[in-house]
């Protein structure tokens, strides 16, 4: 398993609030083992204290895709910088659930954590995979997506560096609106040619009396 494939912890964990909707869905500890996914051992860590504490995690998260969204290099580094060295982790090779056709384990690289609670795995994780991503592809992979009021944070895999938004359906929606904007510029560049054609043609008939 790459260990970038852990940014989505912090994807995840970002993307529970859009503060311009006014939504927050990490409301419960159920919520926060949701985060978890598939990591059901360290989800039933998770307790009542664990939300307030996730929420602080999530705030310095969102700082550095707003950093990186902004094009501040350093600041998202530092931000996810602090993020490590309050949240460590011990990387291991792990081989489990995977053979390969001679029956052997197929090694890869996990992050194992050993938390006093579940904020500090889960934070320790997403800050390791974040700060895999942002080395491995660059500070500007990570964005805040533009369709307005939606701002939710995605990590850009495209070949060409040209994602601008979190999910189709905000494209979409953008792409939606633009054209509808470009449409009513158009409109009110019609309208205003023939209001001037309109004034010439009186001035013309007036000069001509």
């Known amino acids: 398993m790459e ?3 852990y940014s989505d912890y912090a994807v995840r964990l970002v993307n529970s609030e859009e503060p311009a909707r006014g939504k927050d869905t990490l409301t419960t500890v159920e919520a926060v083992r949701d985060l978890f996914g598939d990591n059901s051992s360290a989800a039933r860590r998770a307790t009542d204290a664990d939300v307030t504490r996730f929420r602080s995690v999530r705030a310095r998260l969102r700082g550095v895709f707003e950093a990186a969204d902004k094009g501040d290099e350093t600041l998202a580094v530092d931000l996810l910088n602090s993020l490590l060295l309050e949240f460590p982790v011990s990387p291991q090779i792990s081989g489990h659930d995977f053979r390969d056709d001679d029956g052997r384990p197929l090694w890869h690289m996990h992050l194992a954590d050993h938390p006093s609670n579940a904020t500090a795995g889960y934070a320790a994780i997403a800050a390791m995979g974040l700060a895999f991503h942002l080395t491995e592809y660059g500070v500007d992979r990570l964005g805040l997506c533009e369709a307005a ?3 939710n944070a995605y990590l850009d895999t ?5 994602r601008r938004y979190c999910s189709d359906r905000c494209a979409t929606r953008a792409n939606v609106a633009a054209y509808r904007a470009r449409k009513r510029l158009e409109a009110d560049r019609s309208g205003s040619s023939g209001l001037a054609a309109e004034s010439a043609q009186r001035s013309s008939a007036s000069g001509d009396r």
């Open 3 to 5: 260990l970038a494939y």
């Open 158 to 162: 495209s070949t060409n560096r040209s």
């Open 149 to 151: 009021p939606c701002r």
